[in-house]
């Protein structure tokens, strides 16, 4: 007999379902991943790309909290590269190129560990209510299951339809899959307010009819980083990326096609993502450029079709044609697959409290670009937080509330449900205050001790973390307190240019030279704590950008211990917003909007001004 009672549905199996089903399953909770494909979990529909500036971070935070994204990713990598190596850690960004193939695969094995999550395919119909209340999910076949917290991370397939050119419109929430309408239309009657946004894809071409010899080639990095912390799977061959540029042929092409455009020939009305634009915003926006970079990246190890990362356009396919022959390298291409828009509906985050669940539908939790963002990552994050704190609601348990200076998943989720968005969002370092504090080596030590004790770890991971942190902890008391002498370290000291030793110094001063490695340093010395190969290089990395940058990195904790004194001024939750005259239209009209939770949260929302802070607290303390 087939069971359908559950503590926690999730609906949907992309990045945001796989990490809240893990998340949600790992906590204890008795879980069921709802999905209309079972060989579509973890699907990489566009890019098969993972990480990049800040969203490498944030695949860093999703592996120290336990997810999957980063164990998927090291098991199905075929190019690593370390952006931002040149600039300050602050900005180093850890970049994937993956097998499109092995990916969902290795994300669905990693699940299927979980002996709580249960499997069903399956199109979702409907949520069951009871009042305003959810409990549980119907499918459109008819089949009924029950649970306390459902999590919705649907992705681009409520009401999605795939655009191409001036030809009708296909409902779809991808290609070749059709869209979710019902549980869309049920949402809308439910009271959610809705809205529309659009996405793309690029072309995708056969690279046996590129002359790559033509193009520049960019070999990934051969070192031995993980994304994750807690596996270390076997690495797979590397291969190469391309790069090429668009010409004035390319824009001659688009300027004479626009009107043949879906998206500038009126048949979309949802807005696109500002930081991804199609080729054609690109030529229309900036039509200075002379020219604008277009990657060639593999889909995998098995296949000679390429991703043309740069062209997304919803073009005719023969226009895309003419394009892609327009570009150096590309005289004779063949297109495999045509780029296309989708609209999708998605509803904007001021409708949800921090743990992401919705504020008039209790139970109902919400996580990926149905929430407004772009991007594997984003959705992965809020994934894991949304099943995380579904599952703790039915456990009966605390919820699980990153801050801005714990996380950049922190960032992401306080954004989304304090400002909203009206463009697609998607992560930048730019967007932390604190983001000297938030890099992607010390993920495990800001977030892996929270995930023990939330129940988010293995009991072979909290082993792990236990050694690691106690490596660290060595690591950091080692360099402080050792002595390098002249003789040990001035050759080192002479190759960097700078200043020679006259007598034994500290290595934890001489780490924050300028352009002295510490590695070099420690090897010059010896003596340093003993660990495997790999714990030893994170924890020396650690330990060198904590003393490099000690007095930034103090400024900017005063900065966010400041705001969580903020913080602790909780706001109530009746507070009538309109009836507080002391405090001006705007802020009252946006308070009662959003209904922030604390006074820090009250001061992020746009328009709502330090006097009105000022008299929002007078106004509670008046009330008791």
Request: aromatic share 6%; charged share 25%; net charge neutral.
């Amino acid at each position: 007999m087939m069971e359908t009672r559950y503590d926690v549905i999730v609906i949907g199996g992309g990045h945001a379902g796989v990490e809240a089903a893990g998340a949600a399953a790992r906590v204890g909770a008795r879980t069921l991943l709802v999905t209309p494909n079972l060989e579509g979990i973890g699907q990489m529909s566009c890019n098969p790309a993972i990480g990049g500036v800040a969203k490498g971070t944030v695949v860093r935070e999703v592996d120290a909290l336990g997810g999957i994204m980063g164990m998927a990713t090291d098991r199905s990598r075929i190019q690593f590269r370390m952006l931002n190596r040149s600039k300050g850690p602050a900005v180093w960004a850890p970049r994937a190129q993956c097998d499109r193939g092995l990916y969902p695969r290795a994300a669905r094995s990693l699940l299927e560990r979980n002996p709580g999550l249960h499997f069903f395919q399956g199109m979702v119909g409907s949520l069951l209510m009871d009042g305003q209340r959810v409990a549980g999910v119907r499918t459109e076949a008819g089949y009924e299951f029950r649970a306390p917290s459902v999590v919705l991370t649907a992705g681009t397939f409520l009401r999605g339809r795939i655009h191409v050119g001036k030809s009708p419109s296909v409902p779809a929430g991808r290609a070749g899959d059709p869209p979710s309408i019902s549980l869309a239309e049920q949402m809308e009657a439910l009271g959610m307010e809705v809205a529309r946004f659009k996405t793309g894809t690029p072309p995708r071409v056969d690279g046996r009819s590129v002359n790559l010899d033509a193009l520049e080639l960019q070999p990934g990095e051969t070192p031995e980083y993980r994304l994750s912390v807690w596996e270390r799977a076997p690495l797979l061959p590397q291969l190469p990326c391309w790069i090429t540029w668009t010409g004035e042929p390319l824009q001659e092409i688009i300027r004479g096609s626009l009107h043949e455009s879906a998206l500038y020939g009126g048949e979309i009305a949802g807005r696109g993502p500002r930081y991804c634009p199609s080729i054609e915003d690109k030529i229309v926006k900036f039509p200075d450029a002379a020219r604008h970079q277009v990657f060639l990246e593999p889909e995998g190890l098995d296949t000679h079709e390429l991703y043309v990362n740069g062209l997304s356009t919803s073009l005719p396919g023969d226009v895309q044609l003419r394009m892609l022959r327009s570009i150096p390298g590309m005289e004779n291409v063949r297109m495999t697959k045509v780029g296309y828009a989708i609209e999708y509906d998605y509803y904007p985050p001021h409708q949800l409290r921090s743990t992401l669940e919705c504020k008039a539908l209790d139970g109902l939790f919400l996580a990926g670009q149905v929430n407004g963002t772009t991007g594997y990552e984003e959705a992965a994050g809020q994934g894991l937080l949304a099943g995380a704190n579904a599952a703790f609601a039915a456990l009966d348990r605390d919820p699980l509330i990153l801050e801005r200076d714990q996380a950049f998943v922190g960032v992401l989720v306080d954004d989304l449900v304090t400002k909203g968005t009206d463009e697609p969002y998607r992560l930048f370092t730019s967007r932390a205050e604190f983001r000297l504090t938030l890099r992607q080596d010390n993920a495990l030590q800001r977030l892996a001790p929270m995930a023990a004790e939330r129940g988010l770890l293995t009991d072979a991971q909290k082993a792990s973390l236990d050694r690691r942190l106690r490596l660290s902890e060595q690591m950091d008391g080692w360099l402080k307190v050792t002595n390098a002498s002249p003789a040990q370290v001035n050759p080192l000291l002479e190759a960097a240019g700078s200043s020679l030793l006259r007598e034994p110094t500290r290595l934890s001063l001489l780490i924050k030279r300028p352009n002295v490695p510490a590695a070099a340093l420690v090897d010059a010395v010896g003596g340093a704590p003993e660990a495997e190969a790999h714990e030893f290089a994170d924890a020396l990395t650690t330990a060198e950008m904590e003393l490099r940058y000690e007095g930034y990195l103090e400024k900017e904790r005063n900065r966010a211990e400041a705001l969580r004194r903020q913080a602790d001024f909780a706001l109530p939750v009746a507070l009538v917003y309109p009836e507080l005259h002391s405090l001006s239209f705007e802020a009252r009209q946006k308070l009662d909007r959003i209904r922030p939770a604390t006074l820090a949260q009250a001061g992020r929302i746009p328009g709502v001004s330090p006097s009105d802070l000022q008299n929002l607290v007078m106004e509670v303390r008046k009330r008791g």
